[in-house]
């Protein structure tokens, strides 16, 4: 939205299926679609097949704990493997590349027969102050139903019954069925 008033915008999407962040409606690109943007809700799409990387309680740069990362991801059938590398720092470094002082943590998907594993690998290099241990707590959207069982390297993990309940453990799962999310 570029003029005051204006309430919505016409959006151009490349190939693909795109997502509403918000209520996960689809829309089916190439094309174009006029989307409602209120001043109380900005558009953010969301590809099909994407990881996305957030943190919570984020209000300054200053106040980001990489001890703790939420990696939502979005599975879709059509979508068979996903990819992503994130690009992990001290955060105030103008230097980490040319240093060599940076992590690079990979994010793999593979989605097939309502089977979805998803692979976690690193570069395995460090930086000062990087944490010794980091929870990664993947949310995953668009899971009609309970899992029949979740799995980490070849254990069954146990299942908790609320997402605080699950934070505070080392491992396991939480199903939320009225939001149709597995974390």
């Not at 994130?86 to 940076?102: A, I, K």
Request: hydrophobic share 30%; aromatic share 14%; charged share 20%.
């Amino acid at each position: 939205v570029l003029h005051q008033g204006q309430t919505q915008r016409n959006v151009i999407l490349p190939m693909g299926k795109w997502l509403d962040y918000y209520d996960l409606e689809e829309y089916s690109g190439p094309g174009s679609f006029t989307m409602t943007a209120p001043t109380e809700k900005i558009p953010v799409l969301v590809k099909a097949g994407s990881f996305v990387p957030t943190v919570r309680d984020l209000y300054t740069t200053n106040d980001y704990n990489p001890d703790m990362l939420f990696i939502q991801f979005y599975p879709d059938q059509e979508v068979v493997t996903s990819e992503y590398t994130l690009f992990d720092d001290d955060r105030s470094s103008p230097e980490s590349l040319e240093d060599n002082e940076f992590c690079l943590i990979n994010f793999e998907a593979l989605f097939t027969d309502n089977d979805l594993t998803v692979n976690l690998s690193s570069n395995g290099q460090t930086y000062p102050g990087m944490p010794d241990t980091r929870q990664f707590i993947f949310e995953i959207f668009r899971i009609r139903n309970s899992p029949s069982s979740v799995m980490f390297d070849a254990s069954t993990l146990t299942e908790y019954s609320s997402i605080s309940e699950l934070t505070d453990q080392t491992s396991g799962f939480f199903f939320d069925d009225q939001g149709h999310k597995l974390y």
